[in-house]
């Protein structure tokens, strides 16, 4: 039986006991964060309300390997960082949500009209997807993703995302700079600073395919200054704290001059 793990206290709550959890199986992992102390006997279904719930299905140690099927792709997911570049130790609730992983396995692609496309990453690319792709795994001891190619934004060739190759029709762009002043002149603090929506195209992917499976190239290109969805994409910190962003074509409304 699985059990549910309270990550600041090293507590183990059978997910059976929790009336809270009506309706996950036995096998489900349920994962919180930081609950500060805790004593003995004091968790409540009470104790519960507002948290949210993250099960991944287990794949059971009688499973040996995991075949994606059609376009989809298995990544191991990469690591959460637990401590700063300067080594400070980051709580639980400040680690970002890993968005890469490597991949481990992959389907046999999809059709497209009468056209036969193989996936276009092979296994051992590192790749970043979308932030909500797929189906969390707990398989082999680590936490894998299972999703549809479509839901990886570029693959990473070295260890600084500003070096990211767009796959399909993403495009990865370098955020302008908040504006420090108002119009009038005055200062701005970093809480009243809005988030940009303007920055200049880096990279894009080779574009979407049409019916026949030829290639439609992207309406923007590199070095193109755009207006995009402030909504829209994955937001990403170079290493030496660049802001960029990747999404999709169609997010992007203007091509500014």
């Known amino acids: 039986m699985a059990t549910s793990q ?13 009336a ?19 004593k003995p006997g004091s968790l409540t279904q009470r104790s519960f309300k507002g948290l949210v719930v993250k099960a991944a299905t287990v794949v059971a140690p009688k499973y040996t390997s995991i075949k994606p099927l059609g376009d989809r792709v298995l990544v191991k997911i990469k690591e959460t960082e637990e401590k700063t570049e300067g080594g400070i130790l980051l709580p639980t609730t ?10 481990v396995a992959i389907g046999e692609g999809k059709t497209i009209g009468k056209t036969k496309l193989e996936c276009s990453v092979k296994t051992g690319a590192q790749v970043i997807y979308s932030k909500y792709a797929g189906t969390e795994l707990d398989f082999n001891g680590s936490n894998h993703l299972i999703f549809k190619e479509d839901d990886i934004v570029g693959i990473l060739e070295t260890d600084d995302i500003k070096d990211l190759k767009p796959l399909n029709d993403r495009v990865f762009i370098k955020v302008a700079e908040a504006e420090e002043k108002t119009a009038g002149g005055l200062l701005l603090t970093e809480s009243s600073k809005e988030k940009p929506s303007i920055g200049t195209v880096i990279a894009v992917g080779p574009g979407t395919l049409d019916e026949e499976g030829n290639g439609k190239p992207l309406s923007v ?16 910190k170079g290493n030496d704290g660049t802001s960029y962003i990747a999404l999709r074509a169609s997010d992007v409304m203007a091509v500014l001059s």
């Open 221 to 236: 290109a590199p070095g193109n200054t755009v207006l995009y969805s402030k909504y829209a994409g994955n937001d990403f």
């Open 94 to 103: 400040a680690q970002s949500k890993p968005q890469g992983g490597e991949v």
């Open 6 to 18: 309270l990550t600041a206290s090293s507590m183990t709550v059978s997910v059976r006991n929790l």
């Open 20 to 38: 809270s959890f009506e309706g996950l199986r036995p096998s489900s992992i349920v994962k919180f964060s930081s609950f500060g102390s805790l």
